[in-house]
């Protein structure tokens, strides 16, 4: 995973380390632009990983981008 994705995943285990989903909505949000349903699909994502780590949770981040990207082609 690049640098960025990486950094994000940490930031964002942070908040859900810390059981603060509401945080977790508004970092994907306001930092990243995904909507509602999709931070959903996310955190929902994290929260099913046998190994939560930063690399898991940026191959999600990135997965979740590289959909978005796709539907608006």
């Known amino acids: 995973m690049s640098a960025i994705w990486n950094s994000h995943a940490t930031k964002l285990a942070e908040y859900l380390d810390c059981n603060n989903e509401l945080q ?18 996310i955190i929902e994502d994290i929260s099913h990983l046998t190994q939560c780590n930063q690399e898991a949770i940026a191959a999600i981040i990135n997965n979740y981008t590289m959909t978005e990207t796709k539907l608006w082609h």
């Open 24 to 41: 977790a909505h508004l970092y994907l949000e306001q930092l990243m632009l995904f909507p509602v349903d999709i931070q959903d699909k």
